[in-house]
């Protein structure tokens, strides 16, 4: 991670806050941990679809997915990364552009038209921090400051204000062993608030803090206990136990859930990129066909869409080590049976491959956007145009069908 003092951060930032740390924030703010309720009927309004957001954190390579293999540019720029003929599967569309191998079932997606790419995406005036891209892909907004709940909580408040309405899987864990956020140590902690609350039950010199807290505590015991007895009868297709395995038991529970929120890391590839490409690719395509096979046993497929994306590309031509370093413009993919399949946005071309990175044409507002109005069936308007902060909503093409 040479050259990139904040990375060496990432990982530790990470840690914290997924971990132990902020217990009484993460019980108090938590949107799955905040009610309970005897019954989890369907959500009002919208089209009841389900909608996935996967983020690769760290910066996904955009150019080692989708390769412009033919262009010149690409692989002078790259000459010990760059894709070449054999490594990827050409677009049926587009054959001087080509899905990586290791991101085969991407390429089968494509090939049956339920794969979505939208090209060159980013926000106004990147500047390629992890930390503030990250915020701001979850924020929704692009002057923080304004808001600290994500966009997708938002949507949740604004528009189906339901316990079960938005799931994290990483703040879940494994449904089937207790549906408590399964990190080193949080559980222990969380048994020991419980035998806090049940110690200090009758006490009334408790302070309203604390009485706060431990009534959350309660709430993720009874939500937890619902999670399990849901998902207790899932059994998967594959053998993988990642997030989207998480997700695909989390479905399986039928608690109208319109929102499920997976994450993978490991994408700030500054050296030995080829090495950790082979690592992490393969992991992502390999655990989303499971996913898919799962959903599709389930009957839910057909109403499903999985938004994969990253908080920036990577520049275009590859570093000494071998590497590529923060860009800006990155790809967005769309899978499900309804999106409009095909390349979207604006197409990569050899001037974009003579920049230091890929300059930004679409922002990823107006992808989420899509996602909100045409599949979610909600206006997007109050969720991201809030104190006010405007985006151009434009993509170029309708992204369902």
Same mark, same amino acid.
């Given at each position: ?29 938590? $949107? ?52 070449? $003929?054999?490594?990827?599967? !050409?677009?049926?569309?587009?054959? %001087? ?77 494994? !449904? ?51 999670? #399990? ?11 993988? #136990? ?9 479905? $399986? ?31 992502? %395509? ?16 057909? #109403? ?11 520049? %275009? ?62 206006? !997007? ?21």
């Amino acid at each position: 991670m040479s050259g990139c003092k904040e990375c060496q951060a990432l990982s530790r930032r990470s840690f914290l806050a997924r971990s132990g740390a902020g217990l009484g924030a993460l019980a108090l703010g938590d $949107s799955l941990l905040r009610f309970a309720a005897p019954t989890y009927a369907a959500t009002a309004g919208g089209t009841g679809n389900i909608l996935v957001l996967c983020e690769l954190a760290g910066g996904l390579d955009a150019l080692s997915f989708l390769a412009p293999f033919q262009h010149a540019a690409y692989q002078d720029r790259r000459p010990q990364l760059a894709l070449r $003929s054999s490594e990827v599967t !050409p677009l049926p569309d587009q054959p %001087n552009m080509g899905i990586n191998n290791q991101f085969g079932f991407f390429s089968q997606l494509y090939a049956q038209n339920e794969l979505a790419i939208v090209q060159q995406v980013a926000y106004p005036d990147g500047n390629g921090s992890h930390f503030e891209s990250q915020d701001i892909f979850d924020l929704g907004v692009r002057r923080l400051g304004g808001t600290s709940t994500p966009w997708y909580e938002r949507l949740r408040k604004t528009y189906f204000d339901e316990p079960f309405g938005v799931m994290n899987t990483r703040r879940i864990g494994d !449904p089937q062993r207790y549906g408590y956020p399964d990190t080193t140590g949080r559980r222990a902690a969380q048994d020991a608030f419980g035998r806090l609350a049940a110690l200090k039950k009758d006490d009334s010199s408790k302070s309203e803090r604390e009485k706060a807290i431990l009534d959350a505590y309660s709430r993720i015991d009874v939500n937890g206990a619902v999670i #399990r007895e849901r998902t207790e009868n899932f059994t998967s297709s594959g053998t993988a #136990r990642g997030e989207f395995y998480r997700a695909a038991a989390l479905a $399986s529970a039928d608690l109208g859930t319109q929102i499920f929120k997976v994450s993978y890391g490991g994408f700030d590839t500054h050296a030995s990129q080829i090495t950790a490409n082979e690592r992490l690719f393969p992991r992502v %395509n390999n655990e989303f066909q499971q996913f898919v096979t799962d959903l599709r046993n389930l009957g839910v497929w057909d #109403r499903t869409t999985v938004v994969f994306y990253s908080e920036f590309g990577r520049r %275009n031509f590859e570093n000494g080590s071998p590497g590529t370093d923060h860009g800006y413009g990155g790809h967005m993919m769309l899978a499900g049976p309804r999106v409009n399949a095909g390349l979207h946005g604006q197409t990569v071309t050899t001037s974009d491959l003579q920049r230091n990175s890929l300059p930004y044409y679409v922002d990823f507002r107006a992808v989420f956007g899509s996602c909100i109005r045409d599949w979610l069936g909600f206006d !997007p308007r109050p969720i991201f145009e809030i104190n006010g902060e405007t985006y151009d909503t434009a993509v170029g093409s309708a992204l369902f069908r």
